[in-house]
């Protein structure tokens, strides 16, 4: 009976998966309460996700007992169309550490992808690729390899004669005249600013081409490259014209990237917490040390499907493991009030009876009005409160439960940074699987 039951559900979702496109993207294996289990992407989505269905596919031997496992729990398969392969991967490994459905092994972690980055602050700006970027940066990415990223950073180099040292070089040291320049600048890999043998304009200038490349279409460089292969095959010169293909394949693949804005990794803009929790404790006069923080957000398109999000730090770093949404269930049309208060009690009602821990903080994302929202949820609990404050995000003041007026820091207060990274996350977190994921309705409960 099972089995037949099973080889049912297998047909129709073998019915379902015949209406899904041929093209690039992600798809989702669900269970009957909508929950995702596992995450994949795919250069065709329809032949991928039929694969898992084929009544004669050997899944065990090719892709192991816990797929199995997983696929007698499916009952729907959906899928998220991306424009490029390059797309998938970037929002599958996103969504994976958003989701973390209980079938992904990988992505799992906070490892993130590298970015190119340039120190355009500096008087002579270096190009690096790094997954740790520094504020104020100029940054393209991130890029789905780093392996083919070091060698297109070589062949750019070799075009804009820019430097790659960690030297911290500036205009106004006199003492740079007798600097000795490393081996780059003796085969024109680099102009050695380092040894003032260009001027600040004119290294400006070529990093300003520099980034204009980066941010264009290359037609020039690349037809200029094409030419010259195109040359020295015509000469029988096979192994100049090999070096200029390899070359041509570098620069077409800078196009194998996100964006910083779209394909946020909040991971790699961590700084160090440390004195932000010693400050926030004094800020707000807590007799005893903030560790754990949780982070609260309403999203919502237009009233509908609205959800709330949960983050938790520890320790002032993000504790992924501890993150939740909610699908906001007692609410309906636009108030985002009385959806926080929801969020609230379902979260803290096991608190309240002691089945779960307390938070050190609560940070609600919003104003005055988000903050009484959220005591009105802990009067209806009959609790007093953790530390709670919320956090404005167009002025960036902080209002603090019980306290008359808002403080107001300097943008660098390391407490203040904190507790925006905190609120940035439980928003993003709310927003992103809710913007992406919205047509397709894969909400957790």
């Not at 439960?401 to 403080?407: A, I, V």
């Amino acid at each position: 009976m099972l089995y037949n039951n099973l080889m049912t559900i297998n047909a129709k979702i073998r019915e379902m998966i015949h209406q899904f496109p041929t093209g690039p993207g992600l798809y989702f294996m669900k269970d009957a309460s909508g929950t995702v289990l596992y995450i994949g992407k795919a250069a065709n989505l329809r032949s991928r996700a039929a694969s898992y269905f084929q009544p004669s596919a050997d899944i065990e031997s090719t892709r192991g007992p816990k797929i199995v496992e997983m696929l007698k729990k499916v009952a729907e398969v959906d899928y998220l169309e991306t424009e490029t392969d390059v797309d998938a991967l970037l929002q599958e490994a996103r969504l994976i550490k958003d989701i973390r459905p209980p079938y992904n092994s990988d992505l799992t972690d906070d490892k993130s992808f590298p970015y190119l980055e340039i120190t355009t602050r500096d008087d002579y700006p270096g190009v690096y690729i790094t997954r740790q970027p520094k504020a104020n940066s100029k940054l393209f990415g991130p890029f789905a390899g780093v392996s083919d990223l070091r060698s297109t950073l070589v062949v750019m180099q070799k075009i804009f004669k820019f430097r790659t040292c960690g030297l911290d070089i500036k205009e106004a040291d006199d003492k740079r005249r007798f600097f000795r320049p490393c081996i780059l600048y003796s085969i024109k890999q680099c102009t050695a600013p380092c040894a003032a043998y260009i001027s600040k304009p004119d290294y400006r200038k070529s990093i300003a081409d520099l980034i204009k490349f980066l941010n264009s279409k290359r037609t020039t460089v690349l037809r200029d490259l094409h030419k010259q292969m195109e040359e020295a095959a015509k000469a029988t010169d096979y192994e100049t014209a090999a070096m200029y293909r390899d070359r041509i394949r570098l620069i077409e693949n800078l196009d194998k990237r996100g964006s910083v804005e779209e394909n946020v990794q909040p991971e790699v803009f961590y700084t160090d917490p440390t004195d932000a929790l010693v400050k926030l404790q004094k800020l707000l006069n807590s007799g005893n040390q903030i560790r754990i923080i949780e982070g609260f957000d309403i999203a919502h398109i237009g009233g509908s499907e609205t959800v709330g999000s949960l983050v938790r730090f520890i320790d002032g770093k993000p504790f992924k493991a501890g993150y939740r949404r909610y699908k906001i269930k007692t609410v309906t049309g636009i108030d985002d009030y009385a959806c926080l208060k929801e969020v609230l009690l379902r979260r803290f009602y096991h608190a309240s009876v002691g089945e779960e821990l307390w938070p050190d903080l609560v940070l609600i994302d919003g104003g005055l009005g988000q903050l009484h929202a959220a005591e009105d949820a802990f009067k209806e609990l009959k609790v007093t409160p953790p530390r709670l404050v919320s956090l404005a995000k167009k002025e960036e003041i902080i209002f603090v439960s019980g306290k008359d007026e808002p403080l107001k820091l300097p943008s660098n207060n390391t407490a203040k940074k904190l507790l925006q990274y905190v609120r940035d996350e439980s928003h993003r977190f709310a927003q992103h699987y809710h913007h992406i994921l919205r047509r397709k309705k894969l909400l957790n409960e």
